[in-house]
Structures are given as structure tokens and as C-alpha cells.
């Protein structure tokens, strides 16, 4: 497998540029999504070759040296594995790729507390702290990882200027600009791949939503044949000339999905 290389540039033994008689710095390489991720795999492949170095000088039972193989073998999948691209974006076969190995956190660390709980009183298939601290140490690392890349998956860059210790009056209309871009409400548009289309449905559902809930409890929703009965009222009442709202069985529970899950304020 090739190294991969520290994102940061060094500056030991570099070139000096003269301009006009003057000593010119260097410029610094733009920074991009992909100088990140590779950053964030670096220091992956980093934790995890100490992880091995280290796990392979204690005493592992059998049960949970095949937890850790299988669990070792998505980690390295997705540092070997992991799609360059060379415009400096990131695919979504690389977000795919990170979500592949979130999942297999979870699944070893499921099976992991199990192994825990079955094992804590038999001496020979028990674990040491040591064991237990490297384990946990790595499950972070690869936790962060996860995290720290669907943040930058997710970043959009800011149009509006903000100051830096801002009213809340100015976080309220920055917020309000930023949140048109996004949205694509204007010509200067922000590009999303992802991005929703529905923006005056997902308006309406979220305004029926919150006022059922306010009465019926936060975990109620209103039945589907409710909402489309609100939906054709809202569209008759309609003078604006608005093309009217629709929304199908599926697209229903999609938004249902979405708010449960607390994404449904997501933009991407």
C-alpha cells in the first residue's frame, strides 16, 4: 500500500524566491475538501498502525482476535480503498465508503460489550485494561474520523459576511440569507447535489407538523389522508397563481423519516 502523505507542507530546505531584489514567501496551496480527507486518512492510518503495533505485544483470546480481524479489515478497506478525486471534491463512493466502516464501528462495538458481558468472569477468555484501553482508543479514532468527514461532506462555504462576535439580530439575518442561497430561491444559487427541490411542501409539513404535535404530543404524526385533506385546502385557498403542493404516499413518509430522525431542517 502506498504512504499516504502528510498534508502538511514542510518548509525545511525550501527554495527561496527572490522578487525585485526582495525575498518572496512562498504561496500556501489552496486549501480544498480533498486536503482535508487526506489529512483525516493520514491521521487514521497513523492511529491504527499504533493500534496494531501495540495490540499485537498483549494477550487477545481467540473469540475477539476474529472480532478485531473482521473489524480491522473495513478499517484498512476504507484508508486503501478511499476514492481520490483530482478536482479536489469528494464523491459520494467516498462518503459510501466511510459509511460502509461507521457501520462497522457500531456493529463491532455491539459485539464487543457483548464479549464483555459474556466473558468478565472466565480467566482465559477475560481481557486485561490494557486490551480494553487500546480497543476503546481505537473506536474513537475511528469514530472521529466518521464524524469529522461527513461534517466536511456536508460543508457549504458562506456567502454573507458575519462579524465575528455578531447580534443576535445579525446571526438572525445571516442566517436568512444564507438559508435563500442554499435553498436556490434567488439566481445566485449555491450548488448542492443533494440539495431538496420541495421547499414549500417541506414549509407546509413542518407548519402542520409542529401544530399537531403542540396538541397531540411530540411523537404524534398526522395521518396521511389528514395531511392530504390540509394539502387541497391549502391549494385552494391559493390566489398567488403558486403551482399547487402534491405529495405522494412515499414522499409523505419520507419527510416522517426525516423529521424522526432529526434531519429534516438538513439541506443536503
Keep these: 500500500m502506498k504512504q499516504l502523505k502528510s498534508t502538511t507542507p514542510s518548509t525545511m530546505g525550501a527554495p527561496k524566491i527572490v522578487r ?3 525575498i518572496s514567501q512562498p504561496k500556501a ?20 498502525d499504533r493500534f496494531v503495533h501495540q495490540i499485537e505485544l498483549e494477550a487477545v ?7 478485531l480481524t473482521s473489524y480491522c479489515k473495513s478499517i484498512l478497506d476504507c484508508i486503501q480503498q478511499y476514492p481520490i478525486s483530482k478536482d479536489g471534491k469528494i464523491r459520494k463512493a467516498g462518503e459510501e465508503k466511510v ?3 461507521g457501520v462497522a464501528l457500531k456493529s463491532f462495538d455491539d459485539d464487543y460489550t457483548g464479549y464483555l458481558d459474556k466473558y468478565k468472569k472466565d480467566k482465559k477468555l477475560s481481557i486485561g485494561k490494557k486490551v480494553n484501553h487500546l480497543i476503546c482508543d481505537l473506536n474513537g479514532d475511528v469514530k472521529w474520523f466518521v464524524m469529522q468527514h461527513q461534517q466536511e461532506y456536508n460543508s457549504v ?7 465575528s462576535n ?14 435563500e442561497l442554499i435553498k436556490a430561491e434567488e439566481s445566485r444559487k449555491k450548488v448542492l447535489t443533494h440539495r431538496p427541490k420541495d421547499w414549500k411542501l417541506r414549509k407546509f409539513f413542518k407548519n402542520v407538523t409542529e401544530k399537531f404535535q403542540r396538541k ?3 411523537s404524534k404524526f398526522i395521518p396521511y389522508k389528514n395531511f392530504c ?13 403558486m403551482k399547487p403542493l402534491k405529495i405522494s404516499t412515499k414522499g409523505y413518509y419520507k419527510l416522517k423519516k426525516s423529521w424522526k430522525n432529526k434531519l429534516f431542517d438538513h439541506y443536503i
Design 61 to 67: 483470546p481467540k473469540p475477539l482476535q476474529i472480532l
Design 99 to 101: 459509511i460502509s466502516l
Design 29 to 48: 496551496n489552496k486549501l480544498t475538501s480533498l486536503t482535508v480527507i487526506k489529512a483525516l486518512l493520514w491521521n487514521l492510518k497513523d492511529n491504527y
Design 166 to 179: 455578531p447580534t443576535h439580530e445579525e446571526m438572525a439575518e445571516f442566517v436568512k440569507k444564507e438559508d
Design 229 to 241: 385533506k390540509l394539502l387541497e385546502e391549502h391549494n385552494e385557498a391559493n390566489t398567488t397563481g
Design 157 to 163: 462555504k458562506v456567502t454573507n459576511w458575519l462579524p
Design 216 to 218: 397531540n404530543g411530540v
Design 20 to 22: 525585485d531584489g526582495r
